[in-house]
């Protein structure tokens, strides 16, 4: 029997555009990935559950997508959302993010969250693709995030505006470049993640290093950050660099790798 794996995004364009790009290029043809639209911000998703404890969030996603209509929760094995963080929205709220990332951190249970920083389009706010210190240091005022697409659109290398033509090459730099800032936000090193970063840890960082003491966040995509929790720094290392890890590598690790 095909496994299925639900993807639950917070739009409906850019991020099945990113995703199409993405799966060709990463995920292996066995496994069937469904993907839906919750057409709502995060804090949305917050307010419902928080007026419905015992809300059934597949049910809502029944009713937002008739492509589901066939399925139940049972039918995915795997569940994950992409929400942004847009922390200039008008219910935007830390503790709203906190819990929520409390409650979906397993994939095979509630579902799995994952966040971008401040949004989707983050994933291409990349100026040179060989500019991996800008990228790292960069970050953006969280009152300036209403007009985040339009800068993105300026900002980013012409490589990289259209996803649908993403060269494998350029996937790799992208995603390879997403996970060394994930660990420079976690660790201050400039380095591919030697381990695994939770969500929660993340959003931690984010809020104790940028948030909180500059009003701003640094630009992070959310979808390099699900490679690397699906097949493990070592194993996704070696798919974006093409390079082996030898045994005392920097890489090793006690994680366990995941396989897809």
């Known amino acids: 029997m095909t496994e299925r794996i639900l993807f639950v995004f917070e739009g409906e364009k850019t991020e099945k555009t990113i995703t199409d790009s993405l799966l060709k290029k990463f995920i292996e043809n066995d496994k069937r990935v469904i993907l839906s639209s919750f057409k709502t911000d995060i804090y949305s998703l917050y307010k419902l559950m928080s007026e419905d404890e015992d809300l059934d969030v597949f049910a809502v996603l029944k009713e937002k997508n008739p492509d589901l209509v066939d399925f139940d929760r049972d039918s995915f094995s795997q569940l994950f959302l992409f929400f942004d963080y847009d922390g200039h929205a008008p219910a935007a709220s830390d503790e709203k993010i906190d819990k929520l990332l409390s409650f979906f951190n397993e994939e095979t249970e509630n579902g799995k969250l ?139 690790s006690e994680e366990a790798q995941r396989t897809i």
């Not at 940028?210 to 720094?233: A, E, Q």
């Open 114 to 252: 994952f966040i971008s920083y401040p949004m989707v389009e983050s994933i291409k706010c990349i100026s040179h693709i060989d500019a991996i210190e800008d990228f790292c240091r960069h970050t953006v005022k969280i009152c300036d995030c209403s007009k985040f697409k339009g800068y993105v659109a300026e900002y980013a290398h012409k490589s990289l505006i259209h996803f649908n033509l993403y060269s494998d090459e350029i996937w790799n730099d992208v995603v390879r470049m997403h996970c060394v800032k994930s660990n420079f936000i976690m660790k201050g090193n400039m380095i591919f993640p030697s381990n695994y970063f939770s969500q929660k840890d993340i959003f931690g960082m984010q809020k104790s290093k940028y948030i909180d003491p500059n009003g701003s966040v640094s630009t992070l995509s959310s979808f390099p950050m699900l490679l690397l929790d699906f097949f493990g720094h070592q194993r996704l290392f070696v798919l974006v660099s093409g390079e082996q890890i030898e045994d005392g590598d920097v890489l090793s």
